[in-house]
């Protein structure tokens, strides 16, 4: 008998880019190993960087199964009103509709760890600082 199981992935992909440093970094446990290469202060940089990472992850899945397609970017731009920042930017495939405005809304006052690589000094995310895209 013939296994006539098909996958059918309709996904779309949108674009999330803010001024908040949300660098993956891969730094999960909150002390630093033994036999690290990193010093303490290296090691609770790069792991406040994977948090606000984290956040983003946790909040993306309150809407949907977010399939990350790349790790989040870094480039100098323009963003609303600010000239010449870094912005982080993260692309995201989803398998279902959602509506962007809410999942928006879902960030705005989410604290997060400021003091990173930001040129922007903010404590959440906020209308400010990031902005959600529909790239297909």
């Given at each position: 008998?013939?296994?006539?199981?098909?996958?059918?992935?309709?996904?779309?992909?949108?674009?999330?880019?803010?001024?908040?440093?949300?660098?993956?970094?891969?730094?999960?446990?909150?002390?630093?190993?033994?036999?690290?290469n990193?010093?303490?202060?290296?090691?609770?940089?790069?792991?406040?960087?994977?948090?606000?990472?984290?956040?983003?992850?946790?909040?993306?899945?309150?809407?949907?199964?977010?399939?990350?397609?790349?790790?989040?970017?870094?480039?100098?731009?323009?963003?609303?009103?600010?000239?010449?920042?870094?912005?982080?930017?993260?692309?995201?495939?989803?398998?279902?509709?959602?509506?962007?405005?809410?999942?928006?809304?879902?960030?705005?006052?989410?604290?997060?760890?400021?003091?990173?690589?930001?040129?922007?000094?903010?404590?959440?995310?906020?209308?400010?600082?990031?902005?959600?895209l529909?790239?297909?």
């Open positions: 008998m013939e296994n006539s199981f098909q996958t059918n992935l309709n996904t779309s992909m949108l674009q999330l880019r803010t001024l908040v440093d949300i660098t993956k970094t891969g730094i999960i446990r909150n002390t630093k190993p033994q036999g690290s990193f010093t303490n202060d290296e090691w609770d940089f790069k792991r406040n960087q994977q948090r606000n990472f984290d956040t983003v992850s946790q909040l993306l899945g309150l809407r949907f199964q977010p399939m990350f397609v790349s790790c989040p970017s870094v480039e100098v731009g323009d963003f609303n009103e600010h000239s010449s920042v870094k912005i982080w930017t993260l692309l995201v495939d989803y398998e279902r509709e959602i509506n962007l405005e809410e999942l928006l809304s879902e960030f705005y006052n989410v604290p997060i760890v400021s003091g990173l690589c930001e040129d922007v000094t903010t404590h959440s995310f906020n209308k400010d600082n990031i902005e959600i529909d790239k297909y």
